[in-house]
């Protein structure tokens, strides 16, 4: 055929093959097509193409044989390893009439698979001057040899192929940012469960494999005494053998997760000096993504998924995705082991108390422009009453009083429950209280066994002098104007949370200035009654008392307020749980 009209039928066939590698979005679709079409353009005998990861090496997982099959390689190249390491870390094209004459190309690869290497045209694949892989063409069919044209196609399709890729990788990050969601949603509801720590982490783990379109993989918990992984769930190890295995931390993959706290992409165990080779429970697949789960800095446990349906190696995406679910994961373990570990042990107040001790701030936020004052007094080792202040920014903080109904064991259990929910908000929420509390009553509508929750919520503006807030039918705190010692009337109302669905919380804005306070309490101190109920220590005497401390610093008037109320009463055990929390405009 004559040179003209063969290279007429190839820029056809380049333009066919550009519509097609554009028209398919799917990677795993894609990256054997565009192996297909350069094997094919160029009439060679093997193709492959590998892609730049993120750590900086070259990958390749799968690559097209003589016979047009596919080849799973699970092959790793250094830059400058090879022609393909090479090209990769200088950008150039190479063509080679016969391969074992350079010194740069390596043997390895011919040895390992049998194949002979001759003349071969490796081209680099770049997106907007980015450099994201090679491709790569092997052995003339025929025994003959590559020509300058042929590298001026390959060259042309490389442009093609790249945009394609970027385009499959973006679809795909997209794709796994809407999973991500929607699992997450799934996640939400179990913010608070009954179920077993078992049962929940089946369930879990199935929904996480069906998302990831992965067979099989474990969640692990981790024993801080023993410094040791036991398995929670798991998909692809029996489970008669669960009480068998033990990881120490540090030791084979899930323990290195463990130990560095960092998540990980292996795309290959057999060269990951990490992998357990002895193991008596294999992977199908060579590839695994696994993250650690952490809460407030307190390492939970690890997630390791493995065997992708595809049989193809994990990608960035995938483990964007597990990260993110880890995060929301660790929440819902936290939660859960909080409900059974005061639940289900026979030292439930033991237990109680040291869980409400972290619930409790054990410090304020330190801000040159506010000052505090606490006084917490449960009537029995628990109570059901919790405070909380936030900051959000540098000069914006949340403040908040909450009450769950009832007192003791009970109530502890329903307010820790309740703050782990809240504490997972996002910072956008936090910013509004009407936000803010809309969300809590829908998370607590139905979880509260009958129970319900009061609480104020308010975000303070040192920067602009501001309070906005919202009260959820809890007593709105009184906001005093120290100089003129008048109190504001904050005029706010909403409903109690957890009882009622798809409430809406109106929000007000107050100036909050230099010298003004704010006194934040529950109905423990403002019913406290003498014992013949003669004496009650109502809200016109609070006041008073509020008012007769505006020279004291904010925690002496908290611990003064409390005395009053005895004083007055006559009555040194209260019938509530008591909070007071004073937060000063400096």
Not at 15 to 22: A, F, G, R, T
Not at 113 to 134: A, D, H, M, Q, R
Not at 328 to 352: C, G, P, Q, W, Y
Not at 436 to 445: A, P, W
Request: glycine letters at 6%.
């Amino acid at each position: 055929m004559d040179p003209t009209e063969t290279n007429l039928k190839k820029f056809r066939s380049l333009l066919h093959v550009s519509s097609v590698l554009n028209a398919n979005l799917d990677l795993y679709q894609l990256l054997p097509l565009i192996m297909l079409y350069s094997k094919d353009l160029l009439e060679a005998e093997a193709s492959s193409l590998f892609l730049l990861e993120e750590e900086g090496f070259l990958y390749c997982e799968v690559a097209l044989g003589e016979k047009g099959e596919i080849i799973q390689e699970y092959a790793r190249l250094e830059l400058g390893e090879g022609i393909v390491g090479v090209v990769a870390k200088e950008k150039k094209a190479i063509i080679l009439e016969d391969a074992y004459l350079d010194p740069r190309f390596n043997k390895r690869m011919d040895e390992k698979t049998g194949f002979k290497t001759k003349s071969l045209i490796c081209v680099p694949l770049f997106v907007e001057e980015k450099l994201i892989g090679t491709l790569e063409v092997i052995n003339k069919t025929e025994g003959r040899v590559f020509e300058p044209s042929d590298l001026e196609f390959l060259i042309s399709l490389s442009e093609v192929a790249a945009t394609a890729i970027q385009n499959a990788n973006t679809k795909d990050k997209l794709d796994k940012r809407i999973l991500e969601l929607s699992l997450l949603y799934e996640f939400e509801k179990l913010l608070v469960s009954e179920k077993s720590l078992p049962e929940l982490g089946k369930w879990i783990l199935n929904r996480i494999l069906e998302y990831l379109e992965a067979k099989s993989g474990t969640i692990y918990l981790f024993n801080e005494l023993e410094k040791e992984l036991y398995i929670l769930a798991a998909k692809g190890i029996p489970e008669d053998a669960y009480s068998q295995i033990r990881v120490p931390l540090g030791s084979g993959v899930a323990g290195w997760v463990a130990k560095e706290r960092e998540n990980l992409l292996i795309h290959n165990l057999d060269f990951d000096p990490r992998y357990n080779k002895l193991s008596p429970y294999k992977f199908e697949s060579k590839s695994l993504i696994s993250a650690p789960l952490i809460f407030q800095d307190e390492l939970l446990g690890v997630i390791s998924i493995n065997n992708k349906v595809s049989g193809y190696a994990f990608n960035h995406a995938d483990l964007d995705l597990l990260a993110n679910i880890a995060n929301r994961l660790s929440t819902i373990i936290k939660n859960a082991k909080l409900f059974h570990m005061v639940v289900d042990s026979k030292k439930e107040l033991d237990r109680a108390k040291s869980i409400m001790k972290k619930i409790m701030p054990s410090s304020l936020p330190i801000s040159p422009n506010l000052s505090y004052g606490v006084s917490h007094i449960p009537l029995e080792q628990v109570g059901g009453d919790f405070y909380d202040v936030t900051k959000l920014d540098d000069d914006i903080f949340a403040v908040l009083i909450a009450d769950i109904s009832g007192h003791g064991l009970s109530a502890a259990v329903l307010a820790a429950m309740s703050h782990m929910v809240l504490k997972n908000f996002e910072t956008e929420i936090k910013l509004s209280p009407s936000v803010f509390l809309t969300n809590l009553n829908h998370m607590l509508y139905g979880k509260l066994a009958g129970n319900f929750l009061t609480a104020f919520y308010g975000v303070v503006d040192t920067k602009n002098n501001s309070l906005v807030c919202a009260t959820a039918g809890h007593h709105p705190p009184f906001l005093v104007k120290r100089e003129e010692k008048e109190f504001s009337e904050l005029g706010i109302k909403g409903k109690i949370l957890g009882l009622i669905p798809d409430l809406f919380y109106e929000e007000k804005h107050l100036t909050f200035e230099p010298g003004d306070r704010l006194i934040l309490f529950t109905d423990g101190i403002s019913e406290h009654a003498s014992k013949d109920r003669t004496k009650k220590y109502d809200e016109s005497l609070l006041k008073e008392a509020i008012r007769s401390s505006l020279h004291m610093q904010p925690q002496n008037t908290a611990d003064f307020l409390i005395q009053e109320s005895k004083r007055f009463t006559t009555q040194e055990t209260f019938e509530d749980d008591v909070t007071l929390l004073i937060v000063d405009r400096i």
